[in-house]
Every structure is written in structure tokens, then in C-alpha cells.
Nanobody
Framework: QVQLVESGGGLVQAGDSLRLSCLTS????????LGWFRQASGKEREFVGA????????YYADSVAGRFTVSRDRTKNMMFLQMNSLKPEDTAVYYC????????????????WGQGTQVTVAS
């Protein structure tokens, strides 16, 4: 069983930075990607970025490319989302998730999910 726990959310001002963490546990050896998604109130869940499980390949949504960075620390079983130059439109619940395939961008491709952490960006 895979378990994911996000942390690090909060209330920040536009232009600020924030780093989210995702602690992973369980059998991840057959999964290809660890990803971040977000869901704003009244909107569908959308892909933010992801990193390969066995290789440090990262890919991002166009809306966050150049501002957000996904990284991981294998020794601590953790993944991170560094968010810079935050905008009010980045306000959402952020989730980490695991997919079998590197390159996955659609929620349906991800098998395990954390409970989410709220990020609110004030203007």
C-alpha cells in the first residue's frame, strides 16, 4: 500500500514563495512518476508538475513552468514543490500523487493520492 502526505501549505502574498512537501511510504518500486496536482474551488483538478521515480526527469504545466520546481530526496522518501512568484490564480488545494507511467499528466493516470494541502495567495 502506498501512502502520501502533503504539508507546507498556507496563506501568502502575491509574489511570495512557498515549498510544499510530500512524504511517501509503501511500495513505489513499480511506479514511474510522482506528481503534483491542484484543484481550485469549483474547478477540475489540474496537473502542475511531476518527476520520474528512477530518473530526475521533470515536466510541468505551461501555467507554472519557470516558476515552480519539482524535486525529490530519495533518502527521505520525500518530494517537493518549490513555488516562486506566486499569483492569486495559484490558490488551490495541492495534491501529490503516484502514477505507473513517467509522463502521466491526467488525474486518471495517477493511482494513489494524498489528502491535499491548501495554498492561498492573497493579492
Amino acid at each position: 500500500q502506498v501512502q502520501l502526505v502533503e504539508s507546507g501549505g498556507g496563506l501568502v502574498q502575491a509574489g511570495d514563495s512557498l515549498r510544499l512537501s510530500c512524504l511517501t511510504s509503501g511500495r513505489l518500486f513499480d511506479h514511474g512518476a510522482l506528481g503534483w496536482f491542484r484543484q481550485a474551488s469549483g474547478k477540475e483538478r489540474e496537473f502542475v508538475g511531476a518527476i520520474g521515480r528512477s530518473a530526475d526527469i521533470t515536466y510541468y504545466a505551461d501555467s507554472v513552468a519557470g516558476r515552480f520546481t519539482v524535486s525529490r530526496d530519495r533518502t527521505k522518501n520525500m518530494m517537493f514543490l518549490q513555488m516562486n512568484s506566486l499569483k492569486p490564480e495559484d490558490t488551490a488545494v495541492y495534491y501529490c500523487a503516484v502514477a505507473p507511467r513517467l509522463g502521466a499528466r491526467v488525474p486518471a493516470e495517477y493511482e494513489y493520492w494524498g489528502q491535499g494541502t491548501q495554498v492561498t495567495v492573497a493579492s
